[in-house]
């Protein structure tokens, strides 16, 4: 079975700094999708960003980017220029072609000072 | 315009009732989902629905049951509610382009309804 870690419970950062969230996961299959969804407070889940596992480049939108290591089973999220607004809960998600279902981690609580 | 919408956003009841929650999506989506996010935030998935046949049932009580009348709607129905029950639930959306459950095809993004929460006293 598919499993997704985040091993970051909490993090914290700086208004306008650079702060980057882990995700690992296991799975036999070749061809899946990964993503990074965001919660907040109201908890609302929001796509931040998706990458497709057969795509060596790594995905960005705006501030938030991914780096992708397919060989070592690793999918962080950076996001840049870091805004009060991006407090939330970040979920990393695996999904492959076959089961079409989302697998979640455990999630990771970021904390935005001004 | 709200793409994916469920009602109630916001449900209690007492223990042994039974209680319906809705889903709509005007995305033009072939598949729609539940998810349960229990106290601790973790999320999994219970049901899917490809063009209103069903594709995934995971380990769910036979007490959840879910219907899909058409393409654009899938509810869950609960009967006999528990207190485990209390969680958030989520409705999703996708498309899929290909045959569900070939493992051929494209899968687009899964897109979410606001949650309903309910909670079982």
């Known amino acids: 079975a598919q499993t997704v870690t985040q091993s970051q419970p909490e993090m914290s950062v700086q208004e306008a700094e650079t702060v980057t969230l882990s995700c690992t996961y296991d799975?036999?299959?070749?061809?899946?999708?990964l993503f990074w969804y965001k919660q907040p407070p109201s908890r609302q889940m929001i796509l931040v960003i998706r990458?497709?596992?057969?795509?060596?480049q790594n995905a960005t939108e705006n501030r938030f980017s991914v780096n992708f290591q397919k060989a070592a089973k690793s999918f962080s999220l950076k996001i840049s220029d870091s805004q009060l607004g991006d407090a939330a809960m970040y979920f990393c998600a695996y999904m492959d072609t076959g089961r079409r279902a989302l697998t979640f981690g455990s999630g990771t609580r970021l904390q935005v000072q001004p | 315009d709200t793409a994916v919408s469920q009602t109630p956003k916001y449900l209690v009841t007492q223990m042994g009732n039974d209680k319906s929650i809705k889903c709509e999506q005007n995305?033009?989506?072939?598949?729609m989902y539940w998810y349960k996010q229990d106290s601790k935030k973790f999320l999994k998935i219970m049901f899917s629905?490809?063009?209103?046949?069903?594709?995934i049932n995971e380990t769910v009580p036979n007490r959840f049951s879910p219907k899909s009348p058409d393409k654009a709607h899938l509810n869950l129905h609960i009967n006999s509610l528990e207190l485990g029950d209390s969680a958030v639930y989520f409705c999703?959306?996708?498309?899929?382009?290909?045959?569900?459950?070939?493992?051929?095809?494209?899968?687009?993004?899964?897109?979410f309804g606001p949650g309903t929460r309910l909670t079982v006293l």
């Open positions: 629905y490809n063009n209103k046949e069903l594709i």
């Open positions: 990458q497709e596992a057969y795509k060596q």
């Open positions: 995305l033009g989506h072939d598949t």
């Open positions: 799975t036999s299959e070749s061809d899946y999708y």
């Open positions: 999703a959306s996708s498309q899929i382009l290909g045959q569900a459950g070939s493992g051929r095809g494209t899968t687009d993004t899964q897109y």
